[in-house]
């Protein structure tokens, strides 16, 4: 049995869809992120970065053992169960290089785009406008491999899809619907993707966590403001 311990962000649905993909037994563990509860000393031990998603897999390497940092969990659950991830060849590091765009540029320019778009006081044009480049570039790229393969890592659904869908599924939502023409590879992606019945099992346990964790609209400015490092949280310069 697999304990996650979860919200509702991106990062986090990867895990559901990887662990309903996978066919894995797990517990869902909420993590109130926006009422501070990444930094309960007991999740401290569990990921001292205070970042979700989380797993502690009871039959890991050992016997029981902790992954956090969602590339990690789920470069750890391809290898544990030979699923969504070639086992050697090209095969296996095209995958692994299209989940690292997704680690470093895709979810890091969306994540920025949203916080300045939904976050940030009046004034930050040049935040918002610098990012919300980014993630149509971002789009860009992705629209051109989607041309050139059924999927991010290749001829076969992986993890790489697996990491990158939670994000772009959300195109309409963070740039307006009128956007989805621009890119009707990823579109038709988004929506292969989003019937696969493991993901809308998935999809389903989302809702229900985020029915059970305090949504952005309801937090508080201190919760917020120790989630993002600001106010009496930033770092003296």
């Keep these: ?72 969990i789920l470069q750890y659950l391809a290898d544990k169960t030979g699923k969504f991830l070639a086992k050697d060849g090209a095969a296996r590091y095209d995958a692994l290089q299209w989940m690292m765009v997704q680690m470093t540029t895709i979810g890091p320019m969306w994540g920025q785009y949203v916080h300045f778009w939904r976050f940030a006081p009046p004034g930050n044009n040049y935040s918002l406008d610098r990012y919300r480049t980014q993630v149509r570039k971002t789009l860009d790229v992705v629209e051109k491999r989607r041309g050139e393969t059924a999927y991010l890592g290749g001829s076969e659904y992986s993890i790489a899809d697996i990491a990158t869908f939670p994000w772009l599924r959300n195109t309409a939502m963070f740039l307006g619907k009128g956007v989805e023409a621009e890119y009707p590879k990823i579109i038709a992606w988004v929506a292969g993707i989003a019937a696969r019945p493991a993901v809308v099992k998935a999809l389903a346990a989302v809702d229900d966590v985020r029915s059970k964790t305090t949504q952005f609209d309801k937090a508080s400015e201190e919760a917020k403001d120790r989630t993002f490092g600001r106010g009496r949280y930033t770092a003296a310069a």
């Design 1 to 72: 049995m697999i304990d996650l311990y979860a919200m509702g962000s991106p990062n986090v649905v990867k895990i559901y869809i990887a662990l309903e993909e996978m066919g894995l037994p797990y517990t869902v563990h909420p993590v109130d992120v926006f009422a501070e509860g990444q930094f309960s000393s007991d999740f401290l031990k569990l990921n001292p970065n205070a970042k979700v998603p989380v797993i502690v897999d009871g039959e890991g390497p050992g016997g029981k053992y902790t992954v956090f940092e969602s590339g990690a």
